[in-house]
């Protein structure tokens, strides 16, 4: 097997990258031509998270809908499975959105439905902290609440993915018992090769595949271990997934940060979702796996004997058949 070759006959799908959120900013929105330049077919993009709000999430949206939209030939905004292959078929990058924290539809439930219309196919449970819906990684989670079952079931109802990224323990477990989807851990690594508590141990990523869901390892230095971006560090982790899980249920979500900059921002102003001692304070100085480094990753798979159709499935098989089974 060609790894080059590989990546170009597999459908390739990079489920969350953080672009900057500044709404009347445009002069950062043609980095988007890396996930293109990188044989990327479909990317999920972050329009809010953590503390933001409605406003935040909406601004956000609005702002990436009207760049893209302008550029028919080079994007597509997905809005049903088929503009998958449509955009892939026409060398066109397809964009759907994602939210990380469920504090984008604050109290209102009819937001998810909105959000749904304008792209949005995933939305997280908790970020970190606490919120109306359930338990974060980083905070005394007390499990589902009867307003975050509210949540999921509109969520289904509408066709939105549930994930359990950044979210509490119990919240997890009482997410994978409630939800009659498939439930995904969008951009989370395995907590038995670093132990971190953004990290999910093996018990949570069991849950996730019974649930028929998807494992993407993210990128993130600091959870990869030691702020280390290397492509054999991230493979280390993917291997670890798919020896626990099989193949079926791994896929890629990156989380990579186009502006440090503003992250290390972040981080100052978000002092509470982003605590000292765990290593957040490297802030601009963070490594992240880019996009470009897929090759790289897929030529370390066939070194270690994956077959073609397992790279396939993690390369973006997987997150498809979500999607197909879940999207309306």
Known sequence: MDAKALLRSSLVWDNHGCLPLRPLDEAFLPQLELYRSSGIDVAMINIGFGEQGVEDHV?????????ISARPNEYLLIETVEDIDRARATGRLAI?????????IADQISLISLYYDLGVRWMLMAYNRNNRVGGGCQDDDQGLTAFGRDVLDEMARVGMVACCTHTGYRTVRDVMD???NPVIFSHSNPRAVYDHPRNVPDDLLRRCAESGGVVCPNGIGI???NN??????????????VQLLGADHVGIGLDYVFD???LGDYVVEMKGTFPDGLGYEVGAGLRCVSPSQIEKLVELQIKAGYAEGDIQKILGGNLLRVAKAVWK
Do not use: C, P, Q
């Open 59 to 67: 601004r956000m949206l609005a702002h990436f809908r009207r760049w």
């Open 96 to 104: 759907g959105f994602d939210i990380e924290g469920a504090n984008g």
């Open 223 to 225: 959870f990869l271990g």
């Open 260 to 262: 440090l900059a503003e």
């Open 178 to 180: 409630y939800s009659k």
């Open 228 to 241: 280390d971006s290397s492509t054999d560090t991230y493979f280390r982790h993917m291997d670890h997934v």
